[in-house]
C-alpha cells in the first residue's frame, strides 16, 4: 500500500544551523502538507501546498520556515535558523484531491528535530 | 473558524470492556471529522472518517464513530477494549472539504488498557 515517507527519522541540530526536512508524498497525491507536534502537545497545522505554492500557512509558519517541491517526488521543509523551540516531531501529509470524499490526508511517520 | 474539544486527557479502561472517547467540535460549515491513531513512536493513521454521508461511521480494530450534528459531538466507540488499543487518540476537524486548509486537532486522549 503506498505511504507517505520521512526522512531523517531524528535530526539533532546546533542552534542557528539550518535544516531541511524531507517528505516523499503519496506518488498521485496533489495536496501537501507540513505539522507539527511539541512534545506532550497537540498536533498544529503548518503549511499546505498545491500546485506549487503555498495555499495556507498557520501564524507559526514565519519566515524562517520555507516549502518547496524540488522535483516530482520530494517535498520538503526548511528551517533556516533554528531555535530551541522548534524541536518537535514533524510530521508531513498528502491528499489525493479537493473532493470532499478524498480529503483524507495520509501522514507520513514523522521526523523528530532536536534542537540544542 | 473551526476548534475541536477533546474532554478527557486520560481514559483508562480494561481489557474487555467498551471504550468512549468523546470530542466536541466546532465549526463554520459543514464539517469534515476524523479520527487519528498515534501509537508510541509510530505516525498517525487514519481510524475513520465522516464526510456528510451516514452518521454512524464505522473504521478500523472495531472502532465506530457517530456524528450528532445537535450536540456537535463526534465520540469514539469500541465494544471490547484490546491491549494494542493503548495509544494517543485524536480528534480531528476540516472546514473544507475542497479546499487544501490543515487539519485542526484536538490535543488527544491517551488511552490506557488495564490487563
Known amino acids: 500500500e503506498p505511504e507517505v515517507t520521512q526522512t531523517p527519522s531524528h535530526q539533532v541540530t546546533q542552534m542557528g544551523q539550518e535544516v531541511i526536512l524531507r517528505c516523499v508524498p503519496i506518488?498521485?497525491?496533489?495536496?501537501f502538507y507540513w505539522y507539527r507536534q511539541i512534545l506532550g502537545q497537540k498536533v498544529e497545522f503548518l503549511v499546505s501546498?498545491?500546485?506549487?505554492?503555498?495555499?495556507?500557512k498557520s501564524e507559526i509558519f514565519d519566515d524562517q520556515f520555507s516549502v518547496e517541491r524540488p522535483d516530482g517526488s520530494n517535498f520538503t521543509l526548511k528551517i533556516r535558523s533554528t531555535k530551541l523551540e522548534d524541536s518537535a516531531m514533524y510530521f508531513c501529509a498528502s491528499r489525493l484531491s479537493g473532493a470532499s470524499s478524498y480529503n483524507e490526508q495520509f501522514f507520513g511517520p514523522g521526523t523528530r528535530l532536536t534542537v540544542l | 473558524a473551526q476548534s475541536v474539544t477533546q474532554l478527557d486527557s486520560h481514559v483508562s479502561v480494561s481489557e474487555g470492556t467498551p471504550v468512549l472517547l468523546r470530542c466536541n467540535y466546532s465549526s463554520s460549515y459543514s464539517p469534515s471529522l476524523f479520527w487519528y491513531v498515534q501509537h508510541p513512536n509510530k505516525g498517525l493513521q487514519l481510524l475513520l472518517k465522516y464526510t456528510s454521508a451516514a452518521t454512524l461511521v464505522k473504521g478500523i480494530n472495531g472502532f465506530e464513530a457517530e456524528f450528532k450534528k445537535s450536540e456537535t459531538s463526534f465520540h469514539l466507540t469500541k465494544p471490547s477494549a484490546h491491549m494494542s488499543d493503548a495509544a494517543e487518540y485524536f480528534c480531528v476537524v476540516s472546514d473544507t472539504g475542497g479546499g487544501a486548509d490543515g487539519l485542526t486537532f484536538g490535543k488527544g486522549t491517551h488511552l490506557i488498557i488495564q490487563p
Open positions: 506518488s498521485n497525491h496533489l495536496y
Open positions: 501546498f498545491y500546485n506549487n505554492e503555498i495555499s495556507e
